[in-house]
């Protein structure tokens, strides 16, 4: 089955911590693989994908196909990345459609 | 602007009416799609259209019937709403359909809040 998992609903740092959050796919063949963010009142917005092995607002996600897993980092938090982060799947050969992930809502307290 | 629109922002309406969302995108995009999020925020695919062709149609009632005019246009007829309904719809587009890189970023509206009473 094809599936996302983000086991985290809330994540709450305090400004200059390091930030993880979590994704885990399920995906017979090579995934490829998103991070999109909501931020408050705003639509949502890619922030990453694994192919470009690019860092975004400082935030980097490495992809581990040995633990299925695609987590965000970031080393120091920013009050400004509080947001809504969704992990999403894109199966190739399905209509471009993108499976989420649940979703984590981080939370930066200053 | 270039980008992905939609309207109304916000829809509050009876059990029982129908209603329809309206989404363009200017972004020259063959490929669009309507998303649901719920009130967990869980998004999920509900249909995809690439160059007005219905590609999925994602288990969606038979209520709920896209219409996509032309390319650039994809709309949301709603039949008989239910209180189970109420979701936040988000329409997107992507460059092209199935392609691996660049073409398959899906750009998306600022979402419909629909509340059904």
């Known amino acids: 089955a094809q599936r996302v998992t983000q086991p985290e609903k809330l994540l709450s740092v305090f400004k200059g911590a390091p930030v993880e959050l979590k994704c885990n796919y399920s995906?017979?063949?090579?995934?490829?693989l998103f991070w999109y963010v909501q931020y408050s009142r705003q639509r949502l917005q890619l922030l990453l994908r694994h192919i470009s092995r690019e860092s975004i607002k400082g935030f980097t996600a490495d992809l581990n196909k040995g633990e299925t897993s695609f987590h965000l980092k970031k080393p120091f938090a920013q009050e400004e990345d509080s947001a809504m982060y969704y992990c999403a799947l894109f199966p190739y050969n399905q209509g471009g459609k993108l499976i989420f992930g649940q979703g984590t809502e981080l939370s930066v307290k200053p | 602007d270039t980008a992905v629109s939609q309207t109304p922002k916000y829809l509050v309406t009876q059990m029982g009416n129908d209603k329809s969302i309206k989404c363009e995108q200017n972004?020259?995009?063959?490929?669009m799609y309507w998303y649901k999020q719920d009130s967990k925020k869980f998004l999920k695919i509900m249909f995809s259209y690439n160059n007005k062709e219905l590609i999925i149609n994602e288990t969606v009632p038979n209520r709920f019937s896209p219409k996509s005019p032309d390319k650039a246009h994809l709309n949301l007829h709603i039949n008989s709403l239910e209180l189970g309904d109420s979701a936040v719809y988000f329409c997107?587009?992507?460059?092209?359909?199935?392609?691996?890189?660049?073409?398959?970023?899906?750009?998306f509206g600022p979402g419909t809040r629909l509340t059904v009473l």
């Open positions: 997107a587009s992507s460059q092209a359909l199935q392609t691996s890189g660049r073409e398959n970023e899906q750009f």
């Open positions: 972004l020259g995009h063959d490929t």
């Open positions: 995906y017979s063949g090579s995934p490829e």
